[in-house]
């Protein structure tokens, strides 16, 4: 048995999800694309309790460095032929609160609808007012004001689903006749792994990617990367063969896990044993196959937290020493310098070579084994958001594409 619904399983879910009702006629299902709650029980006439799913993954692990946007997701309903508002009570896991983790579920919840006729979920995620969300000891509350019959999915994050994600792309690449897509590889569930690829095919490689962790929701970014190359930023079509992979773990994001696949391995984790070929997740062989057969000059793994916390976004800079060409050291350095002063920041958050968990990032090991400019760029920090990442998205492309011309 697998540790989450298999991909039938799953599209049978969504064709009938298991709601939870009140007496007064108010629902939730965590069975939706993104959707992520376990336990769910009504404790009232207008109120329904939730407990997050985690990732089956071990709390020492956890919180050494893995554990990043502990997420929750549902869809809610009103039933009835009057306006209503649901109570729906997070229940914050223990271990989250005694190593300091629950903020991930005590952020401003969020909104969008879901319009079971469309062709694809919608984008409007919105901030629930802050009136509407009451912190307890041990529980997140949110008022949800619902129409009659209408139906809303509450979250801690701006879900980007897979398949809006997919369309999406396959929207974009009908803007230049440069612009095609190619599946790089599959999840473990048999989920196409997309990237938008454009540009000159004889140009040096330039690669973006949205991190394995499906919890931050980097499709945000990614995708307008690809909007502002097929749009105001065409210039480079003529210097970089360009490609974009928004969401790497199409599994984690349909199935709503936080840092995992569909098997619960740490996939963000696990390029050391890609780059010589052991054993390592479906998903890290796709992409690491994919950077390997065609090295870029220069990479960039973006991640997106909204989160308090972080005081600001993070670049993640590897000891110059890692390349092995003097000249990409040098666009690294450069490049950190644009990152840092485009994030507002001091300081990198650097990385020395060999470091026991960091070289197991993807981006880690696009420096140590292909020599290309590589950065984890992590967009966090109180004041991020979704609209705020598709701005930042292509600004982090800009420099890296500037930085790193002329490299061959
Ligand atoms: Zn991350």
């Not at 965590?30 to 993954?57: F, K, Q, R, W, Y």
């Not at 790497?248 to 840092?259: E, M, S």
């Not at 490049?335 to 070579?353: D, F, K, W």
């Not at 197991?360 to 290309?372: K, R, T, V």
């Amino acid at each position: 048995m697998p540790p989450y619904p298999s991909r039938a399983d799953f599209e049978q879910r969504l064709a009938s999800p298991d709601w939870t009702v009140t007496d007064a006629g108010l629902a939730a299902t965590a069975d939706i694309e993104c959707g992520n709650a376990t336990d769910i029980e009504t404790t009232g006439p207008v109120s329904i309790s939730v407990a997050p799913l985690e990732d089956d993954v071990p709390v020492q692990m956890q919180i050494q460095g893995p554990i990043s946007a502990y997420s929750m997701c549902v869809l809610t309903e009103n039933r009835s032929d009057r306006p209503a508002e649901l109570e729906l009570e997070v229940r914050v896991p223990a271990w989250l609160i005694d190593h300091g983790f629950d903020y991930f579920l005590r952020k401003r919840y969020m909104t969008s609808s879901l319009d079971v006729a469309a062709p694809r979920p919608a984008l409007d995620c919105k901030l629930l007012t802050s009136d509407r969300q009451r912190d307890g000891a041990d529980t997140v509350s949110v008022t949800i004001p619902l129409a009659p019959h209408e139906q809303r999915v509450i979250s801690t994050t701006a879900r980007y689903p897979y398949s809006t994600c997919c369309e999406r792309l396959a929207e974009l690449a009908t803007r230049h006749p440069s612009a095609q897509l190619v599946e790089i590889g599959q999840s473990v569930q048999g989920r196409p792994i997309i990237a938008l690829e454009a540009g000159n095919r004889s140009a040096p490689r330039a690669v973006f990617t949205g991190t394995l962790q499906p919890g931050e929701q980097s499709a945000w970014a990614v995708t307008a990367m690809a909007e502002a190359v097929l749009g105001e930023d065409a210039r480079w079509l003529d210097d970089y063969h360009l490609s974009f992979v928004p969401q790497t773990n199409p599994d984690g994001i349909v199935l709503g896990l936080c840092n995992v696949n569909a098997l619960d391995e740490l996939a963000a984790f696990g390029f050391e044993e890609a780059t010589v070929g052991a054993a390592c997740p479906a998903e890290v062989k796709a992409l690491w196959g994919y950077l390997a057969a065609s090295p870029p000059v220069v990479y960039v793994d973006f991640h997106f937290l909204r989160q308090p916390d972080h005081d600001r976004p993070k670049t993640y800079f590897f000891a110059p020493e890692i390349y092995d060409d003097a000249a990409r050291a040098e666009k690294a350095i450069a490049l950190n310098a644009r990152l840092l002063a485009l994030s507002g920041a001091a300081h990198p958050y650097g990385v020395e070579v060999g470091h026991e968990l960091w070289r197991g990032l993807s981006s880690y090991q696009a420096a140590a084994a292909l020599d290309a400019v590589s950065f984890l760029y992590q967009y966090t920090g109180p004041t991020t958001s979704h609209t705020e990442a598709r701005t930042r998205g292509p600004q982090v492309m800009r420099e890296a594409l500037e930085v790193c011309l002329g490299l061959s």
